[in-house]
């Protein structure tokens, strides 16, 4: 069977202070997914995710898919992934912890989410609410029926201008 | 073993320190804090059974604080003035506070009335329920300790206050608000995934069934249940 994405990059993203890694006790930890949607909505998810992280002794785990149209091949994304790791970057300026990223080559997002999310995970999915549910609301109530604990964090900095600042 | 836990609030070091041995002498553990929200912090890292709260302070002023703190516990909480007028009484007491002492006092005088406080101060949790047992969950208040099956489980420092709050109030539906005031702090109350995930995560260590719990319910719209076995 042919899979519809594809891991391009698996690393972590470190900042200026890492914590520390609590010692290992054999028992299986709490994964925290946070789903990149743009980087304002992203960092509010990773916020949130960090808050519950540390009460939670659970990590964090952040899932970037990049959308691949279906003329270009699977390997060979429209936007450069240099593109996406600058994202990372500025990410990575404003965050004080260590979190693991893996961005993921794919046709079609909610086809990964399926694929790579394990049932029953703690997904959180940063965004703004509004009256009429935004392309992330609906992402998180999807989720939420597709059996996982969907948490959408509310973005306080408007999508977009963090990256023109 | 300790009489009580009393934090001392005052912008003064010297009164923090006389306090803190006085105190001490008569079997009380003690805390201190140089202001209001130092007061706040302090309250959200330990559980105390009593607040000396000093009513001028800079910053958050101890009237201010009382109110803050009153809104998410019960703590006893005796109000440490130099003014004596009548509004001053007054304005402390409606802030919340059990009652108030005039600057300066005796030390027998003061003990008497913290004695008097934590006779009326709702039972404690560290000077209540001491072991609880769930199911094949066994729960060491005073340890900090779970076991389930006699095998030790770690719970974090979040995951432990909020199974505390729950034992200390069985029976009752606790709405999200109230745990999350509780647990979280005095700024929290809208987060109620937060206390989904959490609640799923204590399920997952102490029930046998974290599918079907017989211990955490969940009240839909309401917040949380905990049900005690009948035995307890």
Same mark, same amino acid.
């Given at each position: 069977?042919?899979?519809?994405?594809?891991?391009?990059?698996?690393?972590?993203?470190?900042?200026? &202070?890492?914590?520390p890694e609590?010692?290992?006790?054999?028992?299986?930890?709490l994964?925290?997914?946070?789903?990149?949607?743009?980087?304002?909505? %992203?960092?509010?998810?990773?916020?949130?995710?960090?808050?519950?992280?540390?009460?939670?002794?659970?990590?964090?785990?952040?899932?970037?898919? $990049?959308?691949?149209?279906?003329?270009?091949?699977?390997?060979?994304?429209?936007?450069?992934?240099?593109?996406?790791?600058?994202?990372f970057?500025?990410?990575?300026?404003?965050q004080?912890?260590? %979190?693991?990223?893996?961005?993921?080559?794919?046709?079609?997002?909610y %086809?990964? /989410? $399926?694929e790579?999310?394990?049932?029953?995970?703690?997904v959180?999915?940063?965004?703004?609410?509004? /009256? /009429?549910?935004?392309?992330? $609301?609906?992402?998180?109530?999807?989720? $939420?029926?597709?059996g996982?604990?969907?948490?959408?964090?509310?973005? &306080?900095?408007?999508?977009?201008?963090?990256?023109?600042? | 073993? !300790?009489?009580?836990?009393?934090?001392i609030?005052?912008?003064?070091?010297?009164?923090?320190?006389? =306090?803190?041995?006085a105190?001490?002498?008569?079997?009380?553990?003690?805390?201190?804090?140089? !202001?209001?929200?130092?007061?706040?912090e302090?309250?959200?890292?330990?559980?105390y059974?009593?607040?000396?709260?000093?009513?001028?302070?800079?910053?958050?002023?101890?009237?201010?604080?009382?109110? #803050?703190?009153?809104? !998410? #516990?019960?703590?006893?909480?005796?109000?440490?003035?130099?003014?004596?007028?009548e509004?001053?009484?007054?304005?402390?007491?409606?802030?919340?506070?059990?009652?108030?002492?005039?600057?300066?006092?005796s030390?027998?005088?003061?003990?008497?009335?913290?004695?008097a406080?934590?006779?009326?101060?709702?039972?404690?949790?560290? #000077?209540?329920?001491q072991?609880?047992? *769930?199911?094949?969950?066994h729960?060491?208040?005073?340890?900090?300790?779970?076991?389930?099956?006699?095998?030790?489980?770690?719970?974090?420092?979040?995951?432990?206050?909020?199974?505390?709050? *729950?034992?200390?109030?069985?029976?009752?539906?606790?709405?999200?608000?109230e *745990?999350?005031r509780?647990?979280?702090?005095?700024?929290y109350?809208?987060?109620?995934?937060?206390?989904?995930?959490?609640i799923?995560?204590?399920?997952?260590?102490?029930?046998?069934?974290?599918?079907?719990?017989?211990?955490?319910?969940?009240?839909?719209?309401?917040?949380?249940r =905990?049900?005690?076995?009948? #035995?307890?």
């Amino acid at each position: 069977m042919a899979y519809d994405f594809l891991l391009a990059y698996r690393g972590k993203l470190s900042a200026g &202070a890492i914590r520390p890694e609590p010692p290992e006790d054999g028992e299986r930890k709490l994964e925290l997914i946070v789903l990149f949607t743009g980087v304002a909505n %992203t960092l509010k998810a990773l916020d949130t995710a960090m808050c519950m992280a540390e009460g939670l002794n659970a990590r964090v785990r952040l899932v970037v898919p $990049q959308t691949v149209p279906y003329p270009l091949p699977l390997a060979s994304p429209p936007v450069l992934l240099e593109f996406t790791e600058d994202c990372f970057r500025k990410i990575a300026e404003v965050q004080s912890v260590e %979190t693991a990223v893996e961005i993921f080559l794919c046709r079609d997002s909610y %086809t990964l /989410w $399926q694929e790579v999310l394990l049932p029953h995970s703690t997904v959180i999915v940063g965004g703004s609410k509004r /009256w /009429w549910p935004t392309k992330e $609301q609906r992402l998180a109530r999807r989720l $939420q029926k597709m059996g996982h604990e969907a948490i959408f964090a509310t973005a &306080a900095i408007p999508e977009g201008k963090f990256l023109h600042a | 073993m !300790s009489a009580g836990r009393v934090l001392i609030v005052d912008d003064d070091p010297q009164i923090r320190r006389v =306090l803190k041995i006085a105190l001490a002498g008569e079997g009380y553990e003690t805390g201190e804090a140089r !202001s209001g929200e130092e007061a706040e912090e302090r309250l959200r890292e330990m559980r105390y059974d009593l607040m000396l709260l000093d009513m001028n302070m800079p910053g958050m002023g101890g009237l201010a604080t009382c109110k #803050s703190v009153r809104e !998410s #516990s019960d703590i006893g909480i005796i109000m440490l003035t130099v003014r004596d007028r009548e509004e001053d009484k007054v304005a402390a007491l409606d802030a919340g506070a059990d009652d108030f002492i005039t600057k300066p006092f005796s030390t027998p005088e003061l003990l008497a009335r913290i004695r008097a406080a934590l006779r009326r101060a709702p039972m404690a949790p560290d #000077s209540g329920v001491q072991q609880c047992a *769930l199911g094949d969950a066994h729960i060491d208040f005073q340890e900090r300790k779970v076991t389930v099956h006699g095998k030790e489980i770690r719970l974090t420092p979040k995951e432990f206050d909020l199974l505390r709050y *729950l034992v200390l109030h069985p029976n009752r539906a606790i709405p999200h608000r109230e *745990l999350l005031r509780a647990v979280w702090g005095p700024d929290y109350g809208e987060e109620v995934e937060y206390l989904r995930v959490f609640i799923k995560q204590l399920r997952r260590k102490i029930e046998a069934k974290p599918d079907d719990p017989a211990y955490i319910l969940t009240e839909p719209w309401v917040g949380y249940r =905990l049900r005690l076995p009948e #035995s307890l």
